[in-house]
C-alpha cells in the first residue's frame, strides 16, 4: 500500500538496494499482494518475494476469519481488524531473511498515528523488536544485526503522502485497503478504523475537503488509501 511503497523509496533514496519481502498470512482477499509485487517493481526493489504464514489457521480477526464481520464504523478499543501478533510474526521472517542477506536494515511501515489503536504499531514495539533481533540471531550476537527502521512511525497520513508524492511514488500502482472486496463499483467500502482516524486528524490537509461517502463513490480518505478503488471493486 501507500505506506510500504513510501517506505521502499525512502530507502532506496538513502542508498540501500532493497528486497523486499511480501507475507501471505492467509487475508480474506489477494489483492494487498498482488499490488506489492507492483509496488517492488516500480520502486526498484532488486528483488521480491513471498513467504506463506498461514495465520488464518489461528483466526481470531476479521482478516482471515469469515465468521468475524469486518465493521462499518469505528469501535471502542482495539478493532476486530487486528490479527493476533500479525507485525512480531513479520518482522520474526523478515529478521532471517535479513539475516541470510546479511542485511544492515529491515524497513517497516508501521505507524503510531493512523493505527486503529494496533498495539503492533507503537514505538514500544519496534523498541523492544529491536532488543530481540539484537539477542536472536548469530548476526545479532556478533554485532553484526540489523537494525529496525520505522521512518513512518510518527508522521500523520497527510506526510506520509507528501513524503511519498515527494519521492514519485506512483499511486497507481497501490491497491490496498482493509475492507471488504465488493464485486460491482457501485457500492461502498467498508471504512477501517484508520480511514476514520484519517477524517479526524486532519487528512484534508492533503488538500481538499473529504468527500462523503455515496454508493459510488469512496471516502477522500478511502480514495487516497486506495486509488485503485474503482478497479479493485469492478
Same mark, same amino acid.
Given at each position: ?16 538496494? #532493497? ?7 492467509? @487475508? ?15 520502486? *526498484?526493489? &532488486? ?9 488464518? $489457521?489461528? =483466526?481470531?480477526? $476479521? ?28 518482522? $520474526? ?8 542477506? &546479511? ?8 505507524? $503510531?498515528?493512523?493505527?486503529? =489503536? ?11 523488536? @529491536? ?7 548469530? &548476526? *545479532?550476537?556478533? =554485532? @553484526? ?8 512511525? %510518527? ?9 511519498? %508524492?515527494?519521492? *514519485? ?18 457500492? %461502498? ?12 486528524? =486532519? ?7 473529504? &468527500? ?8 477522500? #480518505? #478511502? ?12
Amino acid at each position: 500500500g501507500l505506506d510500504s511503497a513510501t517506505v521502499l523509496a525512502m530507502a532506496r533514496a538513502d542508498g540501500y538496494l #532493497c528486497h523486499a519481502l511480501s507475507i501471505d498470512y492467509g @487475508q480474506r482477499h489477494g489483492a494487498e499482494l498482488a499490488a506489492a509485487a507492483r509496488v517492488a517493481a516500480a520502486g *526498484g526493489a &532488486a528483488s521480491h518475494r513471498t513467504v506463506s504464514v498461514n495465520l488464518d $489457521a489461528i =483466526g481470531g480477526s $476479521a482478516l482471515t476469519e469469515v465468521s468475524i464481520a469486518v465493521p462499518s464504523s469505528p469501535s471502542a478499543g482495539i478493532p476486530v481488524t487486528y490479527v493476533p501478533a500479525r507485525n512480531t510474526v513479520f518482522l $520474526a521472517i523478515a529478521l532471517g531473511y535479513a539475516e541470510v542477506l &546479511a542485511a544492515s536494515a529491515i524497513f517497516v511501515g508501521v505507524n $503510531a498515528v493512523d493505527y486503529s =489503536g494496533y498495539p503492533d504499531c507503537r514505538p514500544a514495539f519496534i523498541d523492544a523488536f @529491536q532488543v530481540l533481533a539484537d539477542v536472536a540471531t548469530k &548476526a *545479532g550476537v556478533e =554485532g @553484526q544485526g540489523p537494525r529496525i527502521a520505522a521512518p513512518l512511525l %510518527q508522521l500523520s497520513k497527510a506526510e506520509i503522502v507528501r513524503r511519498g %508524492q515527494e519521492l *514519485g511514488v506512483v499511486s497507481r500502482e497501490l491497491g490496498r485497503h482493509g475492507g471488504r472486496e465488493r464485486s460491482r463499483a457501485a457500492v %461502498q467500502p467498508t471504512r477501517r478504523g484508520s480511514c476514520s482516524a484519517r477524517i479526524r486528524c =486532519g487528512w484534508p490537509s492533503c488538500g481538499g475537503r473529504p &468527500a462523503a461517502p455515496t454508493s459510488s463513490t469512496p471516502c477522500r #480518505c #478511502c480514495r487516497s488509501c486506495s486509488p485503485r478503488w474503482a478497479t479493485r471493486h469492478s
